[in-house]
């Protein structure tokens, strides 16, 4: 990984503008569903 983190406490911060999205939710027919946003060609989960 060629991008620097910042820390603070415990906690590894990105900096801005690398955020992405992950969504989990229920379906109007109740499936649980999970989205996760492709950036860059990299998937980040933890």
Known sequence: MTESRKTSGDKNLLPEGTKGEFLVYR?????VKLEVR?????VWLT
């Open 38 to 42: 492709l950036e860059q060609e990299t």
């Open 27 to 31: 379906s109007d027919n109740g499936n």
